[in-house]
């Protein structure tokens, strides 16, 4: 598969201080890979160097094969980003601002109607041309943030935490947006929230104090295999041990167990085993993944030394 | 590409009122000198005539006019750059496929023409007389040329102050600190001997004080566009540095 972004060994400091330290990392096409780290693990300014607005202090990138700090404004061609605050002028109209934004990147004059159009489209903006920016909803800014960044149908989308500050049901709208848009670009998206990531991504790096903890494919991670349930009868172990799928039990608390399946399990064959041997399941949630354990391993014990 | 920044930047600026009150109360101000030097001038007789009306209009209506441009400009550079990285818009120009020094070159573009308005009320103002006196057309038009360069300089300084700082606040008040060292700097060679005139060639309102007088000489050319340059250059440099953090 083609790959779009190529990272090696980037490094950048600030004020003597390293920020960023061995940054490794690949982006092929049509895939969305997540940056997961806590407030301040350099998930921004990783962004801004991907993006052009800052040198790196050494580490070479590359954007659809141009090396960006020998060509930035040929590599910056292939790029869209939208900053954790979106760039929006808000005395401009909506229709102004992206007809701005298409001069910027390089729209022929002809194509920008047509570009306004399909921008404003992909991400719901079609009967809010003439509106004034300012006074646009949060959750409609950030998808006009987002019409800006694809406007020119760049291969290659930097999102910087597109869905902070919007409610849940803004957040489920952009993430199926966001999945649209990875259909036509790769993108590389910023977050802290792991469930956000795992919900959207491919691929996940945890980033943490500037550098790469855990670099996990979830498209190729194996299916949950330990779950956590919860039963409205009494049971032992032994008794739950016996049920077809299930290899290994450890109690938690009161009718509360994690229960390892055998391989080729899932949580169906769980539930109908326990709904047969006439238990009632009140409960069955998936337990943590390798990365939800790294995550929070870094993210809770690292940070409370 | 620097005309869509240009572009922007005015579009902006005639929608929002800095640039309308500063238009304004230019205009208020010049109306205000340009009917005391009418009403002075018409009351004097001819042996109380010391200068020509054309030289009385563009010594006080042209040599007053430079001052709300020199506080203007800083005023009106303050949105384009440093307003812009307060509020992280520069990101959306410093991401596109477009050069720092293209950037800079579409905000200088802008500025000159938001200013253009304010240098060009003098000469609006006394067109009002054309029918009822006879006027020197030409000193007029070298005094126009050098509000105009007046107006390079200001607004090079301006940008530069505003590329410097991502608080607009400071961004106005190193400007006009500068500007305001170019203005009293020529009083310093009072201090030393006459024959001592770099600081008189320093303080831009000496150069002025030539186009006023009907004087276009290349000197004072060199110098608006010299120092236009300078502060240009240090702004671009300020540009290039950001991408360093």
Not at chain 1, 117 to 131: E, Q, T
Not at chain 2, 187 to 209: D, K, P, V, Y
């Amino acid at each position: 598969m083609e790959t779009l972004v190529r990272v090696i060994d980037l490094n950048y400091h600030l004020g003597g201080q390293p920020v960023l330290q061995g940054i490794n990392l690949e982006l092929k096409r049509s895939q969305i890979v997540g940056l997961l780290g806590p407030n301040g693990s350099g998930k921004t300014t990783c962004l801004r160097l991907l993006s052009g607005l800052l040198t790196p202090s050494s580490g070479h990138i590359e954007i659809a094969g141009i090396d960006l700090g020998r060509y930035p404004l040929a590599a910056q061609r292939h790029l869209g980003y939208l900053p954790d605050r979106p760039p929006l002028y808000p005395e401009l109209r909506v229709d102004e601002y992206l007809a701005h934004c298409a001069r910027l990147r390089r729209i022929p004059r002809r194509a920008i109607p047509q570009a306004i159009v399909a921008a404003k489209g992909r991400c719901g903006l079609s009967d809010h041309g003439r509106r004034l920016i300012s006074q646009l909803s949060k959750g409609y800014r950030q998808r006009l943030g987002l019409a800006q960044a694809i406007i020119h149908r760049p291969p290659v989308l930097l999102l910087d935490e597109p869905t902070e500050g919007l409610d849940p049901i803004q957040i489920r709208a952009l993430r199926a947006l966001i999945r649209e848009l990875a259909q036509e670009s790769s993108i590389i998206l910023s977050s802290h929230l792991l469930p956000e990531v795992q919900a959207i991504c491919d691929r996940v790096l945890i980033l943490y104090q500037g550098q790469v903890r855990l670099d996990v494919d979830l498209s190729a991670a194996p299916p949950h295999h330990a779950w956590f349930i919860h039963l409205g009868n009494q049971i032992t172990v032994m008794e739950l041990s016996a049920l077809a799928p299930v290899i290994s039990v450890l109690a938690l608390g009161p009718n509360r167990f994690q229960v390892d399946l055998a391989p080729g399990a899932h949580s169906g064959d769980l539930a109908r085993a326990i709904l047969a041997a006439g238990l009632d399941l009140l409960e069955l949630t998936p337990a943590r993944s390798d990365l939800e354990r790294t995550f929070f391993d870094l993210v809770g014990v690292e940070e409370h030394r | 590409m620097i005309l869509a920044i240009a572009g922007r930047e005015i579009r902006s600026a005639l929608v929002t009122p800095p640039w309308w009150v500063l238009l304004t109360a230019q205009q208020i101000v010049l109306a205000w000198i340009f009917l005391q030097v009418i009403e002075t001038f018409s009351q004097r007789g001819d042996e109380q005539r010391l200068a020509s009306l054309t030289q009385e209009l563009c010594l006080n209506l042209f040599g007053f006019a430079a001052v709300p441009i020199m506080f203007a400009a800083p005023i009106l550079a303050m949105r384009m750059l440093s307003a812009e990285f307060r509020d992280g818009t520069y990101d959306l120009l410093a991401s596109a496929p477009i050069s720092p020094g293209t950037i800079l070159f579409g905000k200088f573009i802008a500025l000159q023409l938001l200013i253009a308005p304010l240098f060009l009320l003098p000469l609006a103002n006394i067109t009002l007389l054309m029918d009822s006196a006879q006027l020197d057309w030409g000193q007029i038009a070298a005094a126009t040329v050098g509000l105009g360069c007046a107006a390079l300089f200001f607004g090079a300084v301006a940008l530069y102050a505003s590329s410097r700082t991502d608080q607009p606040g400071a961004a106005v008040l190193t400007a006009l600190g500068i500007l305001l060292l170019f203005s009293v700097i020529g009083r310093a060679e009072a201090l030393t001997t006459q024959e001592l005139s770099l600081f008189g060639w320093l303080a831009w309102n000496e150069h002025l004080f030539w186009f006023l007088l009907g004087t276009v000489r290349l000197s004072d050319v060199v110098y608006f566009g010299v120092f236009a340059l300078f502060f240009l250059t240090l702004a671009h440099r300020s540009l290039v540095n950001r991408r360093f953090g």
